[in-house]
């Protein structure tokens, strides 16, 4: 009965820390995944999350409109960035850098 008693105990402890440890290693694929999608020079989107959230937008059913505005949105933000960082930004997007 002690030894139950103690097997029980442990488990809960293995149970706990694997739980700490699942959450540890999503956050980090978190982390990883916000690193490959993001230029590290300038932190802006990069061509993979671009080609990504359009195909994501074409997949959701999205019309024509609503790529075209989040197209739009995305030039807006980039635009008020300095000019270097916009040409940069779009030949990134573009697959030309």
Same mark, same amino acid.
Request: aromatic letters at 10%.
């Given at each position: 009965?002690?030894? =139950?008693?103690?097997?029980?105990?442990?488990?809960?402890?293995?149970?706990?820390?694997? =739980?700490?440890? =699942?959450?540890?290693?999503?956050?980090?694929?978190?982390?990883?995944? #916000?690193?490959?999608?993001?230029? #590290?020079?300038?932190?802006?989107?990069?061509?993979?999350?671009?080609?990504?959230?359009?195909?994501?937008?074409?997949?959701?059913?999205?019309? #024509?409109?609503?790529?075209?505005?989040?197209?739009?949105?995305?030039?807006?933000?980039?635009?008020?960035?300095?000019?270097?960082?916009?040409?940069?930004?779009?030949?990134?997007?573009?697959?030309?850098?």
């Amino acid at each position: 009965m002690l030894s =139950a008693l103690v097997l029980s105990i442990y488990d809960t402890h293995l149970t706990s820390k694997n =739980a700490q440890l =699942a959450a540890s290693l999503s956050d980090a694929n978190r982390e990883l995944k #916000s690193m490959v999608y993001r230029d #590290s020079l300038t932190t802006l989107p990069n061509r993979l999350h671009f080609e990504e959230k359009i195909e994501e937008l074409l997949q959701q059913g999205s019309d #024509s409109f609503s790529v075209f505005f989040w197209l739009t949105a995305l030039k807006l933000f980039i635009l008020t960035l300095k000019p270097k960082h916009y040409k940069y930004s779009m030949l990134c997007s573009l697959g030309l850098s």
